[in-house]
C-alpha cells in the first residue's frame, strides 16, 4: 500500500507564497498520475493540480491558474505545489493523491484517485 506524506503548509500573508511536497513510498512511482486537492472548513474537497507520471502535462482549476504549479521530481518520488500570490481563499487543508491506474490521463476528479495523504494545513491571512 502505498503511502503519501504532505508537507510545507503553514500561516502566511495574503500575496505571499508556500511551497509543498508530497512524498510517496513505493516503487512505481513515476507511472502514476498525481494530483493536489484542497479542503476548505465546510465545503467540499475540490481539485487544484494534477500531473501526469512524466511530468509532461500538467492541468490546473480556474481558481489557481497562473498562481500555482504542479510538478515532480520522479527520482525523489516527490511531487510538489508551488503558490505563489496567495489569497485568503486559498486557506485549507490540501492533500496530495496518487491516481487508482497507472499511464492514466484522466487527473480531475477525486474519484480518479486511490490513495491520499493526511494533508497539510495552508492557512492564508489577509
Known amino acids: 500500500q502505498v503511502q503519501l506524506a504532505e508537507s510545507g503548509g503553514g500561516l502566511v500573508q495574503a500575496g505571499g507564497s508556500l511551497r509543498l511536497s508530497c512524498v510517496a513510498s513505493g516503487s512505481t512511482f513515476s507511472i502514476y498520475a498525481m494530483g493536489w486537492f484542497r479542503q476548505a472548513p465546510g465545503k467540499d474537497r475540490e481539485f487544484v493540480a494534477g500531473i501526469s507520471g512524466s511530468g509532461g502535462s500538467t492541468y490546473y482549476s480556474d481558481s489557481v491558474k497562473g498562481r500555482f504549479t504542479i510538478s515532480r521530481d520522479n527520482a525523489k518520488k516527490t511531487v510538489y505545489l508551488q503558490m505563489n500570490s496567495l489569497k485568503p481563499e486559498d486557506t485549507a487543508d490540501y492533500y496530495c493523491?496518487?491516481?487508482?491506474?497507472?499511464?492514466?490521463?484522466?487527473?480531475?476528479?477525486?474519484?480518479?484517485?486511490?490513495?491520499w495523504g493526511m494533508g497539510t494545513q495552508v492557512t492564508v491571512s489577509s
Open positions: 493523491a496518487k491516481h487508482r491506474l497507472p499511464y492514466n490521463s484522466n487527473y480531475r476528479q477525486a474519484s480518479d484517485f486511490g490513495s
